[in-house]
């Protein structure tokens, strides 16, 4: 556990953004790659076959990368589409025997590959170690305090604040421990789910009486964290987090009532301390997250700072470059859908279809559209192993929701993470910053382990439980 939660610490102050030239980078993955060796030692076949499937796509991932850097003939290369640009330059310049490989920009490629060490630590460091959901979860949930509470200090201390990590980032906007102030939003949005899920859970608050009142206060920190964000993604995500919080409680609630009855108020408040008593109760925790939500939002509104939900309903917000470019991310997929333009290299080859009427005095980085980049460039083999994961998810959680006894809050639970991190990346590309790389490896794996457990959270999962 301390391994994981330290690793949880080098990546949460290292890994927030997703650019490729950050500083931090240099730090970053020569220190994950220190933690992969314990893992590389220990790691055995009984150890990941209930989560074989996310781990044989990840190591399929790693493979599609290194194939795009492999040099081809220049017979075989110039066949590939989208290549004639660079073909009629070889051919002025008289390289025309020159190998290539499929990467379009095989730098780039390359950095993308050395990448995949932060997300591949994560993955074996989880499934070499002793840790149950719960602790997992906790360490989640204090990576978004800390990231909530830095952008509520960068806020108060303005836009040079030294509690903004990178030098290119939002400035004057609560980024928390990212760059990007739509990653910290939607971040806090999964957290908030991970913490409503600790606080419903009969057995984590028998265990931990402290849990539901701590929890209580850490939702309404997330919130706050939320509503200043100035994130038009990340109040989509907080309204959608916030309907399945609704339901959750209401679901655990429906669950606990048959047998409250039996229990006396004596034994519950000898249980834990008063605050904990009222969180524990689901029904009453319901109450209070739509008290606090009016509460917060009237307050915001009231002293002029709801620049979110009038950004939100402001025109300017159709006008957006991420509609734009929409044409633009159509044609260069219908160019490269077969092989790709190669990991790493949107940002260049954009240029090529970039338009006259789409020049600006900053420039494009990221498709802002991770399902049409991710296809872009990696190419049918890409977009396949995606479909592969998509069909396990949904086979994992109908395979949970047919289980007997199965709590609706661990359906909803997975669904709206899930939900949460694909809508967000229609918009966005979150899964980018490797931390948020490294939060949604820990998440695919807790889905796999549960279903594998049955979600029983009275077993204690953790993700050695057959070693």
């Given at each position: 556990?301390?391994?994981?939660a ?16 950050a500083v931090q980078i ?18 055995g ?14 190591a ?8 795009q850097?492999?040099?081809l003939p220049?017979s075989?290369?110039?066949?590939l589409?989208?290549?004639?640009t660079i073909?009629d330059l070889d051919?002025?310049i ?7 490989p ?15 060490i932060?997300?591949g630590?994560?993955?074996l ?7 149950s959901?719960?602790?997992l979860?906790i360490?989640?949930?204090?990576i ?6 830095f ?8 836009t040079q ?8 980032t ?7 421990l990212?760059?990007?102030q739509?990653?910290?939003a ?9 913490c409503?899920?600790l606080i ?7 265990e ?13 920190l997330?919130l ?12 989509a ?5 916030l ?10 609630f429906?669950?606990a ?5 039996q ?11 008063k ?13 209070a ?11 915001f ?16 917000a ?12 159509a044609q260069?997929?219908?160019?490269h859908w077969?092989?790709?333009s ?11 279809y970039?338009?006259?009427s789409l ?10 559209n ?24 949904a ?16 359906i ?12 967000a990346?229609?918009?966005?590309y979150?899964l980018r ?14 889905l ?18 057959n070693?």
């Amino acid at each position: 556990m301390v391994a994981i939660a330290v690793f949880a610490l080098v990546v949460a102050f290292l890994g927030g953004a997703s650019r490729s030239d950050a500083v931090q980078i240099v730090a970053l993955r020569p220190l994950s790659a220190l933690f992969l060796i314990p893992p590389l030692v220990f790691f055995g076949v009984q150890k990941w076959h209930h989560a074989r499937v996310p781990i044989l796509l990840f190591a399929g991932l790693v493979t599609l990368m290194a194939v795009q850097l492999i040099p081809l003939p220049p017979s075989l290369w110039q066949t590939l589409p989208a290549r004639d640009t660079i073909a009629d330059l070889d051919a002025l310049i008289g390289q025309q025997a020159l190998w290539r490989p499929v990467s379009m920009v095989p730098s780039r490629t390359l950095g993308a590959l050395a990448s995949l060490i932060v997300p591949g630590a994560a993955m074996l460091i989880l499934l070499t170690r002793r840790v149950s959901l719960r602790n997992l979860y906790i360490v989640i949930v204090a990576i978004g305090v800390v990231d909530a509470g830095f952008g509520i200090a960068q806020i108060i201390t303005g836009t040079q604040s030294p509690f903004y990590l990178y030098s290119v980032t939002n400035r004057g906007a609560p980024v928390g421990l990212f760059a990007n102030q739509n990653h910290s939003a939607v971040f806090s949005c999964l957290v908030l789910l991970i913490c409503a899920r600790l606080i419903l859970e009969p057995t984590y608050r028998r265990e931990l009486p402290w849990l539901p009142g701590v929890g209580v206060a850490t939702l309404l920190l997330l919130l706050v964290a939320i509503i200043i964000s100035g994130s038009r993604s990340g109040l989509a995500a907080g309204l959608g987090a916030l309907a399945a919080c609704v339901v959750m409680s209401y679901a655990a609630f429906s669950k606990a009532a048959k047998s409250a009855k039996q229990k006396s108020k004596a034994k519950q408040t000898k249980r834990g301390s008063k605050l904990g008593t009222f969180a524990s109760d689901p029904r009453k925790l319901l109450v209070a997250l739509v008290v606090a939500i009016i509460v917060l939002v009237a307050l915001f509104v009231l002293n002029g700072r709801a620049e979110i939900i009038e950004s939100v309903l402001s025109q300017n917000a159709l006008e957006d470059i991420r509609w734009k470019i929409w044409p633009v991310l159509a044609q260069m997929l219908s160019a490269h859908w077969l092989v790709g333009s190669g990991f790493g290299s949107f940002e260049e080859v954009y240029h090529i279809y970039e338009p006259r009427s789409l020049l600006l005095p900053s420039y494009l980085n990221q498709a802002h559209n991770d399902w049409a980049q991710f296809a872009i460039e990696g190419g049918l083999a890409a977009v396949s192993m995606l479909v592969i994961f998509i069909a396990w998810v949904a086979r994992s959680i109908i395979s949970i929701a047919g289980a007997m006894d199965r709590p609706v809050v661990t359906i909803v639970f997975w669904l709206s993470v899930f939900g949460i991190i694909a809508v967000a990346s229609i918009v966005d590309y979150p899964l980018r910053a490797p931390l948020f790389q490294v939060i949604g490896v820990w998440l695919v794996l807790s889905l796999a382990i549960e279903r594998a457990n049955g979600a029983d959270v009275t077993q204690r999962p953790s993700f050695l439980e057959n070693d």
